[in-house]
């Protein structure tokens, strides 16, 4: 199978820094309208669907999808919209992973990387997702895969709900009329995409992992996560940290997989000093966070954590001792 490009949707043509938006599985471009990092309108932005995804079928029903011909379709889609220019780029979920791959195979293309609830293993080293559980059922699993598909997109109500499960605040406070709009244009896009398509990105992320390959990745990261993440499981966006040389961690407190969702103010001003460490935004975050001496007199990397500390569960302490390198905020 070959693997078109993915058509581009603009969310900003402004002069300014590159960036190009992923979303997570079972998403849509159309998310971006109201979730996208506020420096992104101020550069040229661009959003790109996942592989079998509405706008981005695959050229044939379910076909199955490699690393190459990902990799290749969105170089290609990278140089058509940002010719001779590096790109941000700003990734959620299965978006965060696409970007970890693009950084990984064709770093000539990136300045950073911005992962927002990202992994970098299909299987999150072991927890695999249910869907792709479902999927390696003989003869079933598709057909269920597919009646479950449809039935969360059917209605807006069951899409609200189904929804609900990725963030840490139920009651959705953040949710306004452009929000309900924005979401039912996702749901419109996912509508028109196949469930095979999808199923098969299913079985790719479920089948890949560049853990190994992190290591070599010189690209500057700033991760942020969800400490009430249930979906990515906090321990391995960790773990990510732990193995890119360059990256950056935040930590968010009542915060769930949706760290754009609930906390966009938080989140727009730790992007926006990460992608210009000299400027007042950058230095207002320093002020706020208290230095932690290093845990050795080896390690490259300053350690943050707030003044005021989460009430952080014994197993997420355990996991945050592992790692060198931490910059929390609450």
């Not at 170089?75 to 058509?80: D, G, P, V």
């Not at 300053?302 to 009430?311: D, G, K, L, M, V």
Request: aromatic share 8%.
């Amino acid at each position: 199978m070959t693997l078109l490009p993915p058509p581009a949707e603009w969310i900003s043509e402004k002069p300014g820094q590159n960036f190009v938006l992923i979303h997570g599985m079972v998403m849509a471009p159309a998310f971006w309208t109201v979730f996208a990092p506020e420096v992104t309108r101020q550069g040229r932005t661009v959003a790109y669907p996942l592989p079998g995804h509405h706008p981005w079928p695959l050229s044939t029903p379910g076909a199955p999808i490699n690393i190459d011909e990902v990799v290749d379709a969105m170089a290609q889609a990278i140089t058509r919209d940002f010719p001779g220019k590096l790109v941000n780029l700003i990734g959620h979920s299965t978006g965060g992973f696409l970007s970890l791959l693009l950084a990984v195979h064709r770093p000539d293309l990136v300045r950073s990387v911005v992962l927002l609830g990202g992994f970098a293993c299909g299987r999150f080293e072991g927890k695999e997702r249910f869907a792709a559980r479902m999927l390696r059922v003989p003869r079933i699993g598709p057909y269920v895969f597919r009646h479950f598909f449809k039935r969360w997109i059917s209605t807006r109500e069951q899409f609200r709900w189904g929804s609900i499960e990725c963030v840490y605040d139920k009651s959705c406070p953040w949710e306004d009329d452009r929000v309900t709009t924005a979401m039912e244009m996702v749901r419109s896009h996912l509508l028109r995409t196949r469930p095979e398509d999808v199923a098969a990105c299913v079985q790719f992320i479920s089948s890949t992992s560049i853990l190994a390959d992190l290591p070599g990745v010189t690209i500057p990261v700033l991760n942020l996560i969800g400490v009430y993440d249930a979906i990515v499981p906090p321990s391995h966006q960790l773990r990510l940290s732990k193995l890119l040389p360059q990256a950056q961690t935040v930590l968010f407190g009542d915060c769930g997989h949706l760290v754009m969702v609930e906390q966009k103010r938080q989140m727009n001003k730790v992007i926006a000093g990460f992608l210009d460490p000299h400027s007042s935004v950058a230095a207002a975050l320093h002020d706020r966070w208290r230095a932690v001496p290093p845990h050795s007199s080896t390690d490259s990397n300053r350690i943050f954590h707030p003044s005021h500390c989460c009430n952080w569960n014994n197993s997420l302490r355990t996991t945050l001792r592992r790692h060198e390198y931490l910059v929390l905020h609450c």
